[in-house]
């Protein structure tokens, strides 16, 4: 498999405001921890293996362990989570399958006890920047690099 389009080269400024908003949340006060998990299980569900192997890099940098991240694919059956983690985990796979369904008060009431409306709001643009740039690196087909350097073996 190859990479279709070179997607940072085929359009700057777009990709500059991508990365200005996605620097903006990484800034944005949530725990670098909980953003790493969030993003890991949003590519996880939307089978994006370039950024499963980015985030769970990232996260092991960032000093996650290697179980739980292991466990991230089935976290309501393991109690290496937090409560906070838990409810952020139950928002993401709200909207990262939101097609056809809504939202409902008892989720948002569960997820709101555990996040400020102000820390609702960056956990949501941080979902939708993960579901975009998911969409990206699937649609154009961007190679992981243990991928990347299987391929050209």
Request: glycine fraction near 6%; charged fraction near 25%.
């Amino acid at each position: 498999m190859e990479q279709r389009i070179d997607y940072r080269a085929a359009d700057p400024e777009i990709l500059k405001a991508l990365v200005g908003l996605n620097t903006a949340i990484d800034r944005s006060g949530l725990e670098r921890s909980l953003l790493h998990l969030v993003k890991l299980r949003a590519s996880q569900i939307n089978g994006c293996s370039f950024c499963v192997d980015m985030h769970s890099r990232e996260a092991r940098q960032d000093g996650e362990t290697e179980q739980r991240l292991y466990l991230v694919s089935a976290w309501r059956e393991s109690p290496l989570f937090t409560e906070r983690e838990r409810a952020a985990f139950e928002w993401t796979e709200a909207l990262t399958t939101i097609a056809g369904r809504e939202i409902g008060d008892g989720l948002y009431e569960s997820t709101r006890a555990h996040f400020t409306e102000a820390e609702l709001v960056k956990l949501t643009a941080a979902i939708g920047m993960i579901n975009t740039w998911n969409r990206i690196c699937i649609s154009v087909r961007v190679i992981h690099p243990a991928g990347a350097s299987a391929h050209a073996a």
